[in-house]
């Protein structure tokens, strides 16, 4: 069992930043793929980014290419996720999602575990 716990969110103007961080704790000396994922209200939760279990590959959404940039600390079995240049639709909840595996994927229900979000609010 792995427990999951995303901190970080808050309220940015447009333009800012935010760093939210995810902690995985309980059976995490298997190797596992994390991925962060959004879900505005009324919208499906979507990928935003995701790193492998040796952390040298990353893969990240279209549409924050550039802007974000995700990373892994294993000493403290933490991930981050670094939001740059955030815009108002990226108004969201955030979701840090842990995989059995050792690539993350970019579709939830490839997942097993995750946190219970952190909000972000992006204000124009």
């Known amino acids: 069992q792995v427990q999951v716990v995303e901190s970080g969110g808050g309220l940015v103007q447009a333009g800012g930043s935010l760093r939210l961080s995810c902690v995985a704790s309980g059976n995490t000396y298997s190797r596992y793929g994390m991925g962060w994922f959004r879900q505005a209200p009324g919208k499906e939760r979507e990928f935003v980014a995701g790193i492998n279990w040796s952390g040298g590959t990353t893969y990240y959404a279209d549409s924050v290419k550039g802007r974000f940039t995700i990373s892994r600390d294993y000493g403290k079995n933490t991930v981050y996720l670094q939001m740059n240049s955030l815009k108002p639709e990226e108004t969201a909840v955030y979701y840090c999602?842990?995989?059995?595996?050792?690539?993350?994927?970019?579709?939830?229900?490839?997942?097993?575990?995750w946190g219970q979000g952190t909000q972000v609010t992006v204000s124009s």
């Open positions: 999602a842990v995989r059995s595996a050792v690539r993350p994927s970019t579709l939830p229900r490839d997942y097993n575990y």
